[in-house]
């Protein structure tokens, strides 16, 4: 190797790989250390990376909470039903279920940046067009780009943190994605309703402040944000040698039998479908996940009226409430405690503990709360019992990702997008009937339904705990991952897959 490739190549090491006389390849490889590497970036770099991704994600979240408490303001104003407004929050939720099936994979091939960077412009610009909508059917539409655009902070984010970080130090990172995504969810009601309340303001600078902080944080992520592909990044190193030293054998990985854009547009398109529908670990989580997010956004729907008809509160009052899950992020560290000692006997499973006390806290509190908001019972009671929901909803949504992450690695954004698909389907059809719902069966019965269906589901990550370790061994893409990671982990020994092998990887 001449000078040239050697500078552009350093400390990356290359590997020649056996193809016919005139068409040998040099393969392009991370040596070990290399801070190219983005899983050997600093830990400020990986946390700067990380906060980055939490931001846009509680954004985005807040987004959909500050939305529903200034339902009232935007009546008010626009001279809509409170149905059309809800139909704002509901195709809200379903951009970021469809979106990130093209995304999240798409961002496989093409890389994380890029796809920051335009998400958070267009969200931003998406915000501007909901503040100045002159009618409901404008909101509407401005709500489904909202949620087209914001979709990537919530799809990129457990990707982004499997490319940065090491399985056993992935807690703390998904704790903050998780609590992020909740947290702000109380955060956005809170100045939502303090704003939406005020008479000279209303619901338009409910959106002007998301706007704002949603120019202050495009300028962040094109400051702050790096690629975190491991693969882009080795692509990006072959094109430097390839000109650098005018010889076109260097090559990544990932350049090797490179599909073409249709068939890269089909997989992006498929694969996260695809776990969805033949993974039973996706399957699962996305159900019981699922179930959780529509209650979630049920809520969003109903504890506004529910305590301003039985306790007197206001807009303003109300916000406060949802600030309940506030103290849910210190449950990381028992759930760190837990999976650190019990890894080497359960493996991935060990994520799993802390689940299973979720789901006996879901069904409980909801009997607790639906049964104790009367006006002869303290309003501090039902707030009780919604905290403990909401520690149980960051639990789970934690250990979704987490989980997911470990069992599917480098396809942790394509499971995880599936999971969202099905979940943020739920969020959006719950909403739709809510209202109606409580009217025929009043608060107590129809959390009590709620109640009932957490229940049957409870079961679901003791299964998971006993037999998940079983159910893996039978997935084809789990072995899949595992032969391709321990193929990466074979020192100088580098195996091509050949063009049938690799078809069976792109599922």
């Known amino acids: 190797m001449d000078d040239a490739s050697k500078r552009i190549s350093s400390p990356s090491y290359t590997t020649h790989v056996p193809q016919e006389p005139e068409q040998e390849l040099i393969l392009i490889k991370f040596d070990e250390g290399d801070p190219r590497d983005p899983q050997n970036f600093s830990y400020a770099r990986k946390w700067a990376i990380t906060l980055t991704c939490c931001v846009f994600s509680g954004i985005t979240a807040a987004a959909a909470s500050s939305y529903s408490i200034s339902y009232e303001s935007m009546m008010h104003d626009l001279n809509c039903t409170q149905l059309q407004a809800t139909v ?117 600078w409910v959106q002007w402040v998301h706007a704002i902080i949603s120019g202050v944080y495009v300028l962040d992520v094109i400051l702050v944000m790096s690629e975190t592909r491991s693969s882009i990044v080795l692509t990006r190193i072959a094109k430097d040698t390839r000109k650098m030293t005018g010889d076109p054998r260097y090559r990544s990985s990932a350049e090797i039998n490179k599909p073409s854009m249709l068939s890269l547009i089909k997989t992006s398109c498929t694969r996260p479908l695809y776990l969805l529908l033949t993974e039973p670990i996706v399957q699962s989580f996305s159900i019981w996940l699922g179930f959780t997010w529509g209650v979630v956004y049920c809520l969003l729907e109903s504890v506004s009226t529910e305590f301003q008809s039985v306790y007197n509160f206001s807009v303003s009052e109300t916000g406060f409430v949802f600030l309940c899950l506030r103290k849910d992020v210190l449950l990381h560290m028992h759930a760190d405690t837990l999976y650190k000692k019990y890894f080497p006997t359960k493996g991935q499973e060990a994520r799993l503990y802390m689940a299973c006390i979720a789901a006996i806290v879901l069904p409980v509190s909801m009997f607790i709360y639906g049964w104790t908001a009367s006006p002869h019972i303290p309003w501090i009671v039902p707030v009780i019992a919604l905290t403990a929901f909401m520690a149980g909803v960051f639990v789970i949504f934690q250990v979704a990702f987490l989980y997911l992450a470990d069992c599917y690695g480098p396809y942790a954004s394509s499971a995880q997008a599936g999971q969202s698909l099905a979940r943020n389907t739920m969020g959006m059809v719950f909403p739709l009937f809510t209202q109606q719902m409580f009217t025929g069966m009043t608060y107590k019965w129809g959390l009590t339904l709620w109640a009932l269906l957490s229940l049957v589901m409870a079961p679901i990550p003791w299964v998971l705990v006993f037999f998940g370790s079983k159910i893996r061994s039978h997935s084809k893409v789990s072995r899949k991952i595992l032969e391709a990671e321990e193929q990466q982990s074979d020192g100088e020994k580098t195996v091509v897959p050949s063009p049938t092998e690799e078809r069976s990887m792109q599922v």
Do not use: K
């Open 88 to 204: 704002g929050l509901s195709l809200y939720v379903i951009g970021f279920g469809i979106v990130p099936l093209v995304s999240s994979s798409f961002s496989e091939e093409t890389g994380r940046r890029p796809l920051y960077i335009v998400s958070s412009v267009l969200f931003m610009l998406a915000e501007v067009m909901n503040a100045l909508a002159p009618n409901i059917q404008t909101v509407i539409v401005s709500r489904m780009l909202q949620g087209v655009f914001g979709s990537t902070g919530a799809s990129l984010v457990g990707g982004c943190i499997a490319d940065i970080w090491q399985p056993h130090e992935r807690g703390l990172p998904m704790s903050l994605f998780a609590f992020s995504s909740l947290f702000s969810f109380g955060l956005g009601s809170v100045f939502g309703g303090l704003i939406a309340a005020n008479p000279h303001l209303g619901w338009r």
